[in-house]
Structures are given as structure tokens and as C-alpha cells.
């Protein structure tokens, strides 16, 4: 069956599961999605237009992406992250990650074929405490370097963002170290003039607070001074020189 689909539009995905699934099932998925997804009672409802709901969840199960037939020149940006990219602390069901408010500045401009980077504040926060899981300045240069490469290597246009603010976070019970945030301002250092990368999207200077650079400006934070709002992810998608895509 050929599905026309247009640009921006909702998707939905029915999956069928046959017979009896053990509690041993490995189910594979992305938690959390910040989409509903409903999950039916026993029997097949994958073609029901008016399925029965039993339970719903934040979590994006089995799918993990959908092939698209675009026009030769059509291509696409990778947006490469942590929790920042996939929109944490948005409003559900709305699309405000910064990749979606960045794919509607973008939908009419066809033939991008791009990487953006955007990591780093995890490995600095270390949520977990592991000694083995501490890193340098250094390391987190290493793997962005690498990166870079290889998306070289695959024929790719790669730009990096700078890691944001953090300052006092309470995400999880809060991570801020001032050693972290001295590791991240070397980070950012080498990220703005690295000669690796294609070019630099300054994500930290778009959303910083002027009077106190190293927390978020209060307009576009969520409240736990390290995901921005639903305001602060379409910022961060404004704030991209489209030019970068060309």
C-alpha cells in the first residue's frame, strides 16, 4: 500500500503482537518518547480505526523509525543528543523538542544531509556517582573529535553545539559540581574553536542567563536549571542560522 504523508504531519503505528508473551520478552523502545502511546487489550487491533485502550504509556516500543521515498535532492539532519534532544520536561504531545521546531524552519529547504552534535552534560553530571564513569575535559574532546570523523567518513556535514548551563539542577536530585562546571567551560572552549567540526551552533549563548552565565535565563528554563521549556527548545531551533544547511 503507498501512504502519501506531508510534512509535519502525526504518524500512528499499529504493532501486533501474536500469541502469549512471556515476562521474559525483551522489549525494545525509547523512555521516554513525551508521546502517548496506547497499548490494547489481548487480540489484533492493528487496522482498527477505533482501537481499545488498556493502558498508555510515554514509551516508544519496538519502532525505531519509519523510510521515507523523498525526491533525490530531499535529504536529512541527524540531531545527534542526550535528554536536551529529545525534548525532556516538554509538554507532551506537542512536538516542541528543538529538532521538531528546527524540521519546521526547515521544511521547505530540501538537499540537507547534516549532523548536529549536542553532548556532554550527562557525563559531567555522573548521576549514577561511578568512579569508573568520571570524566576529563579531555575525554569528552576525544569522543566529540570522534564523532566528527565519523561523520566525515560517512559524507556527512558535521556541526557541534555547545553544552549549556547547569548550574545548581535539581533534575534527578541534581548533579552541579563547580569541578563540572570548570570541565565544561574547557569544553565549550575548545567547541567554539575546534577546526574539526563544519561549524558551531552556541547553544549556551542563546539561552544563558547575561547577569549570570552559568544558569539559564529564567524565560526559557523548565525549572530545574538544566532542560529548558517548551519556549526555550524553540530558541534553541530559532537561534540556528539556517545558512549552516545550504
Known amino acids: 500500500m503507498n501512504l502519501d504523508v506531508a510534512p509535519l504531519v502525526d504518524l500512528a503505528v499499529s504493532v501486533y503482537l501474536p500469541g502469549q508473551v512471556p515476562e521474559s520478552f525483551q522489549l525494545t523502545g525509547h523512555d521516554p518518547a513525551h508521546q502517548t502511546n496506547y497499548i490494547s487489550p489481548g487480540g489484533d487491533f492493528a487496522a482498527a480505526t477505533d482501537m481499545p485502550v488498556q493502558e498508555q504509556t510515554e514509551v516508544f516500543l519496538f519502532v525505531t523509525g519509519i523510510e521515507v521515498l523523498a525526491p533525490r535532492q530531499a535529504g536529512g539532519i541527524v540531531a545527534f543528543g542526550d535528554s536536551l534532544t529529545e525534548g525532556n520536561i516538554s509538554r ?5 523538542r528543538w529538532p521538531d521546531q528546527l524540521a519546521r524552519r526547515l521544511v521547505a529547504r530540501p538537499g540537507v544531509t547534516h549532523v548536529v552534535v549536542l553532548l556532554g552534560v550527562n557525563d559531567l553530571r555522573n548521576s549514577q556517582g561511578r568512579a569508573d564513569e568520571i570524566v576529563t575535559a579531555d575525554d569528552l574532546i576525544g569522543g566529540l573529535h570522534q564523532l566528527a ?18 548550574e545548581n539542577e535539581t533534575f534527578n536530585g541534581g548533579h552541579y559540581t563547580p569541578e563540572g562546571e570548570a570541565k565544561r567551560r574547557a569544553l565549550n572552549a575548545w567547541i567554539r574553536d575546534n577546526g574539526v567540526f563544519d561549524g558551531v551552533i552556541d547553544f549556551e549563548a542563546a539561552l544563558r542567563d547575561p547577569g549570570h552565565p552559568t544558569r539559564t535565563l529564567p524565560r526559557w528554563d523548565s525549572g530545574d536549571h538544566l532542560h529548558p521549556n517548551d519556549l526555550g527548545y524553540r530558541h534553541m531551533a530559532d537561534d540556528i542560522d539556517l545558512a549552516l544547511f545550504g
Open 149 to 166: 570523523v565519523r561523520a566525515h567518513a560517512a559524507g556527512l556535514a558535521a556541526f557541534v553545539g555547545t553544552v549549556m548551563t547547569w
Open 92 to 96: 507532551l504531545d506537542a512536538n516542541n
